[in-house]
T-cell receptor, first 114, second 111 residues
Framework: DAGVIQSPRHEVTEMGQEVTLRCKPI?????LFWYRQTMMRGLELLIY????????DSGMPEDRFSAKMPNASFSTLKIQPSEPRDSAVYFC????????????FGSGTRLTVV | SQQGEEDPQALSIQEGENATMNCSYK?????LQWYRQNSGRGLVHLIL?????REKHSGRLRVTLDTSKKSSSLLITASRAADTASYFC???????????FGQGTRLTINP
């Protein structure tokens, strides 16, 4: 398996623009997680899905953020409109049976909003 | 919010020495996990210890868990330059199927 695949690896956008981050989880994993990492706040869980259904989105900072998982092999995290404070590394991770085993993380998307 | 807190925040040792990192958490857990993150990369799962376990080994890694003190430690024996990375502990949050990560320990192994 190629692991969790995220795209793009780097994204630079202007304030106010829409940004879409993509994730392909490991086949057979039934949980998918979106995390954001910054120096100031560390790793924050934004949202997670189980069998494509959003379970907990309490970490989504505000209405500008939305996430979807239309099928078991694809998820998106969208920011509209983007702001400079959204600059961070966004990680997608997947797991089998939740916390029974460890998470597998993607390589992340480094987002810079100027 | 942070559930786990690692100590120390940074650790620098000589190659061949042992490295010990500690993690404390606040609420009861089902399991605790340790992850490694190399600079510019994603996190890699190292080891999982369940709340009814006290110690676990994986290669040069040894993890202990003391649920009475709400603390865990990660020991890396015979460190190598390739062990240079940030190490995070993560705990579940009261039965929910999600992990909450600490701020991490930056480990530097000097050749």
């Amino acid at each position: 398996d190629a692991g969790v695949i995220q795209s793009p690896r780097h994204e630079v956008t202007e304030m106010g623009q829409e940004v879409t981050l993509r994730c392909k989880p490991i086949s057979g994993h039934d949980y998918l997680f979106w995390y954001r990492q910054t120096m100031m706040r560390g790793l924050e869980l934004l949202i997670y899905f189980n069998n494509n259904v959003p379970i907990d989105d309490s970490g989504m900072p505000e209405d500008r953020f939305s996430a979807k998982m239309p099928n078991a092999s694809f998820s998106t995290l969208k920011i509209q409109p983007s702001e400079p404070r959204d600059s961070a590394v966004y990680f997608c991770a997947s797991s089998q049976q939740g916390l029974r085993y460890g998470y597998t993380f993607g390589s992340g998307t480094r987002l810079t909003v100027v | 919010s942070q559930q786990g807190e690692e100590d120390p925040q940074a650790l620098s040792i000589q190659e061949g020495e042992n490295a010990t990192m500690n993690c404390s958490y606040k609420t009861s857990i089902n399991n605790l996990q340790w992850y490694r993150q190399n600079s510019g990369r994603g996190l890699v799962h190292l080891i999982l210890i369940r709340s009814n376990e006290r110690e676990k080994h994986s290669g040069r890694l040894r993890v202990t868990l003391d649920t009475s003190k709400k603390s865990s430690s990660l020991l890396i024996t015979a460190s190598r330059a390739a062990d240079t990375a940030s190490y995070f502990c993560a705990t579940d949050s009261g039965g929910a199927q999600k992990l909450v990560f600490g701020q991490g320990t930056r480990l530097t192994i000097n050749p």
